[in-house]
């Protein structure tokens, strides 16, 4: 027998009533303190730290809007972003104002009621900056300590501002800007050490997480997540044991990036056991068996501590234990999913358990004092193993293992995972975890006889162009009904779903449970919704124009509460996936927004403005089937990563089809070849690309738009015929 207790947030200091809370906000004199950090499961008022408590279940117990009148809900004000790309940030609200981060790590304060603007800081990222990024300018939050906030840039940069004003106190460079690392998580902060990690395995580089003093920036630790294969006796005992699970020869050879295991979002922090636990990414490359080869050549070794949760002490950075969810990952698995703390009774016996659904589609349970596995079901159909043993390891199914094989294979779920970035929920009261989840299988096929570029593109040892998708109405249109979305309520103690929500697409918003009963989450549809928590009822939805991908909060001032959420599509899927796939769903596009929401709210957006359709309007394509072969090549390894596969973009980044350069190639040189648009984002690729493999580029773009022009047409005849 399972049974779930409803304990009371493991955080809590002790019960505190709604106008205490009012008064413990973050102001006076000395700001954000540890206690309040420790006690912000009981400031009903405020959301002062990521998650909004250090186990970041993202539950508030507010029920003001609850599920008998969330149909009153309304627009109390909205504002405009002044970026028009990805948005993933969680605010922050103190003391009647919030902060937030939006797309190029710039920063932003308003009055929580009436949506007046306070201030705003731009660190002035270098637009060239975008092409280090594998997922898009985002960035997803602040953290804040005294009367200062703290965010990382795009750029690698850990940047301490006055909460009052937005003046910067001080900037650390927290990476080697050299190579291509980013950040684009929010920082926590535990008793006052600034912890951040960093982004940029597909590229090559080291991953590793450091904490940093919150009075001037100096680092005060730092653990690598992966050996570089130089591990001698004074190595730390960790990465000792890490370096038994590699091929060190091929770690520290010449072809070697850096193994990758970059901690680029989720912290969870238990302050009773005093363990800090990250996620720890993919590895680079991909592919294990350039990463990690046997002596057959084909993938070897666990690789540690890729693709694990770890534990570590946050006062020295101390390691204590690991959980690793995929061993030796070949398929872009990350751990870097959302963590949630929780007390539950399981099997009669109370557990302090961490809960995690990765991107290999089984969900976690994990005791968070040990790192004893106690349990791990699939929350969506995947194919690259039969189970989990009782030992925590996946059953793996050979034929998914193409550093094994050498053989391409349809896998589910692909790189960008059944559960990404967004984060989840957790209500105690239903005992249930709420999963933005979503279907979607990739071909991974390895790549012939690949080497590293460290200066351009992505290094993941996967021909990232198998699985473009002919122009072919049919088969596009069978492919498409295989990619779905998913609200998925999840029992973590019976580890099965007891209800679920199916959208038209995936890449739909992260999530907040609250005590009035309600889930909140938008959708790529262009909606922002309220669920009944216990059963996944729609009961309340907002036209938002915009996709939405980022999580909700919700807070009070004077005692009315509000709900907001940053509006605006973006991110990996936006840009990576086959612009039909999304434009066939709506189209969604770019708006980016603030929103916030209360009772009787009157508040009205402006009129959804049209949308610009640039016809398809190619030159012919005359180039010869070997040129176009090589420009498929190259497109996929370094084009496709931001203008999506087989050139078919979407709404956010240039649609290269309708590119107005295309037909002229002296234009199309000046773009790729030199750079003219590196303040934008588009850097030179001249240290890895040719003139000529360039052209080629263009003489496949070109093939693929003239193909796609006569897909449209053969469209528009059917529909005319229907």
């Given at each position: 027998m399972k049974k779930l207790i409803w304990a009371a947030p493991v955080l809590a200091?002790?019960?505190?009533?709604?106008?205490?809370?009012?008064?413990?906000?973050?102001?006076?004199?000395?700001?954000?303190?540890?206690?309040?950090?420790?006690?912000?499961?009981?400031?009903?008022?405020?959301?002062?730290?990521?998650?909004?408590?250090?186990?970041?279940?993202?539950f508030s117990p507010l029920d003001n809007i609850n599920a008998e009148?969330?149909?009153?809900l309304g627009l109390a004000w909205y504002a405009d972003?002044?970026?028009?790309?990805?948005q993933e940030a969680t605010p922050l609200v103190i003391d009647g104002k919030m902060y937030l981060t939006t797309a190029w790590s710039k920063v932003k304060a308003f009055d929580a009621t009436t949506g007046e603007p306070l201030w705003d800081y731009d660190p002035e990222v270098p637009g060239e900056t975008g092409v280090k990024v594998c997922c898009d300018v985002v960035n997803r939050g602040l953290a804040a300590w005294g009367n200062d906030l703290f965010l990382g840039t795009l750029d690698g940069r850990l940047v301490s501002l006055d909460r009052d004003t937005g003046k910067v106190n001080w900037e650390v460079v927290t990476v080697d800007q050299d190579m291509a690392y980013s950040i684009t998580g929010a920082p926590r902060i535990i008793d006052g050490k600034v912890i951040i990690g960093n982004g940029g395995a597909e590229f090559g580089v080291r991953g590793y997480i450091a904490a940093y003093d919150v009075k001037d920036g100096s680092e005060l630790w730092r653990f690598y997540t992966v050996p570089d294969g130089t591990e001698g006796d004074d190595a730390p005992e960790y990465l000792k044991a890490a370096a038994e699970t590699w091929n060190m020869e091929a770690l520290a050879g010449s072809d070697a990036i850096g193994g990758g295991g970059t901690v680029w979002d989720s912290m969870a922090y238990d302050p009773e056991l005093n363990l800090l636990y990250f996620g720890v990414g993919n590895g680079s490359p991909w592919n294990r068996a350039y990463r990690s080869p046997g002596e057959d050549g084909t993938g070897e070794g666990d690789n540690l501590y890729l693709s694990s949760i770890v534990a570590v002490r946050p006062d020295t950075g101390e390691y204590v234990w690991h959980y690793q969810t995929t061993p030796g990952e070949t398929w872009d698995y990350t751990a870097t999913q959302h963590i949630i703390l929780a007390d539950m009774e399981i099997d009669g016996k109370e557990r302090q358990?961490?809960?995690?659904?990765?991107?290999?589609?089984?969900?976690?349970?994990?005791?968070?004092a040990t790192g004893e596995f106690i349990s791990a079901e699939e929350?969506?159909?995947?194919?690259?193993?039969?189970?989990?043993?009782?030992?925590?390891?996946?059953?793996?199914?050979?034929?998914?293992?193409?550093?094994?094989?050498?053989?391409?294979?349809?896998?589910?779920?692909?790189?960008?995972?059944?559960?990404?970035?967004?984060?989840?929920?957790?209500?105690?009261?239903?005992?249930?975890?709420?999963?933005?989840?979503?279907?979607?299988?990739?071909?991974?096929a390895p790549e012939e006889n690949w080497k590293p570029d460290r200066a351009r593109g992505f290094n993941v040892g996967i021909d990232l162009g198998a699985g473009d998708l002919p122009p072919d109405l049919g088969i596009r249109k069978s492919l498409y009904g295989t990619v779905k979305g998913k609200l998925t309520a999840w029992d973590p103690v019976a580890q099965e779903a007891r209800w679920t929500v199916e959208f038209p697409g995936p890449w739909n918003g992260g999530l907040l449970a609250t005590g009035g009963g309600l889930v909140f989450q938008g959708n790529s549809s262009s909606e922002f919704a309220a669920y009944k928590a216990s059963n996944g009822e729609k009961l309340w939805s907002f036209?938002?124009?915009t996709g939405i991908v980022a999580p909700p909060i919700t807070y009070t001032v004077g005692g009315e509460q509000y709900v907001a959420v940053l509006a605006g599509w973006g991110g990996a899927y936006a840009i990576t996936a086959d612009g039909h796939m999304i434009n066939d769903q709506g189209p969604v596009r770019n708006i980016s927004r603030l929103l916030v929401f209360k009772i009787g709210g009157e508040a009205a957006l402006p009129d959804m403005p049209a949308l610009a359709d640039i016809p398809l309007d190619p030159p012919p394509s005359r180039a010869s089937a070997?040129?176009?072969?090589?420009?498929?090549?190259?497109?996929?390894?370094?084009?496709?990563?931001?203008?999506?596969?087989?050139?078919?973009?979407?709404?956010?980044l240039p649609d290269l089809r309708r590119s107005g350069t295309l037909g002229d190639a002296a234009s199309w040189q000046a773009v790729v070849h030199d750079g003219i648009l590196k303040d934008n984002g588009m850097v030179s690729f001249a240290t890895?690309?040719?003139?000529?493999?360039?052209?080629?580029?263009?003489?496949?773009?070109?093939?693929?738009?003239?193909?796609?022009?006569?897909?449209?047409?053969?469209?528009?005849?059917?529909?005319?015929?229907?």
């Open positions: 200091l002790g019960a505190l009533g709604l106008a205490s809370c009012e008064e413990m906000a973050g102001g006076g004199e000395g700001g954000i303190t540890s206690a309040m950090l420790l006690g912000a499961g009981d400031d009903y008022a405020n959301w002062i730290t990521h998650g909004r408590t250090y186990d970041e279940q993202r009148n969330v149909g009153e972003m002044d970026t028009a790309r990805g358990v961490l809960m995690q659904a990765p991107k290999n589609g089984f969900f976690y349970v994990i005791d968070r929350y969506i159909p995947q194919n690259w193993a039969e189970g989990i043993d009782e030992n925590g390891r996946p059953i793996e199914k050979l034929e998914a293992r193409i550093d094994k094989t050498g053989k391409p294979a349809m896998v589910m779920p692909g790189p960008l995972g059944g559960h990404n970035w967004h984060p989840m929920a957790y209500h105690p009261g239903e005992g249930l975890v709420y999963i933005p989840a979503f279907e979607a299988a990739t071909i991974y036209a938002a124009q070997e040129t176009i072969a090589l420009g498929k090549a190259k497109y996929a390894r370094y084009c496709a990563v931001c203008h999506a596969p087989a050139a078919v973009g979407s709404t956010e890895s690309l040719s003139k000529d493999e360039i052209e080629a580029i263009r003489a496949y773009v070109i093939q693929r738009a003239n193909e796609d022009k006569a897909l449209e047409a053969a469209s528009a005849k059917q529909v005319a015929a229907r």
